[in-house]
């Protein structure tokens, strides 16, 4: 769409404390699993750069060093997170290199078994906050709990999310939010409170768009989400 400024930045947050994997994690990063030889970071990275995103930034925390490593490595800038405060807090560290303008983030315990979804996401992107989504389907989805559902959607328009309820298991069948998302100025303005009242707000405005896409992904940021994306790869 003409006059729609495409998003060329992205942010990888990394810098949770990963308590759920701490016993597993490698050196305290639950990002630095690998899964068929690929580290769970590294993977994210790729997919940014096949897309075309032109300038990768990770919120590390000063106590992962090895994420630090890392990213010199692979010429991936790095700013800290001083405090695990969580994802919007997270992607506010970057906030001088991206201002205003919108920014792929993407979260890198998630293993998309196929296609490229941040292409897709960008592909799809006019100018609204755009959210990948994904219909919730067995066995992968039985990993997970009940957050990130869409109640209702109206053509490719989320109007509806569900408030998150980690007590139960995601409902097969449903929409979820699945890890890539591209946030702009108008999300920005309204996330203070963390993320979900933003969106819900947005989703209310009709201001917030949905990329469906087709995949199976996986929730390795679980110790039975892990075990299972092993699993595929060793059969």
Known sequence: MAGVESPSLAVIPAAGLGSRMAEIAVDGCKELLEIDGITMLERTIRELEDA????????SSPSKQSIDEACHLRGIEVVHQQEPNGLVDAVLCAKEYYGN??????LPDVLITSSNVTHDLIQAYR?????????AATPWCD??????RVIKMEEQQIRVLAEKN????FPVGEIRIMGRYIWNSEFMNRCQDGEI??????????MLDA??????YIDVGLPDGYSYAQSLFNQ
């Open 52 to 59: 075309g995103i032109q300038r990768i930034i990770v919120i």
């Open 101 to 106: 303008s919108p920014i792929v983030v993407a």
């Open 127 to 135: 100018g609204n906050t755009i959210l990948a989504t994904v219909e």
């Open 143 to 148: 990993f997970l709990c009940d957050t990130g």
């Open 166 to 169: 980690k007590n139960e298991k």
């Open 197 to 206: 009242p933003a969106l819900q707000e947005l989703a209310e405005l009709g």
């Open 211 to 216: 990329c469906n896409v087709i995949t199976e």
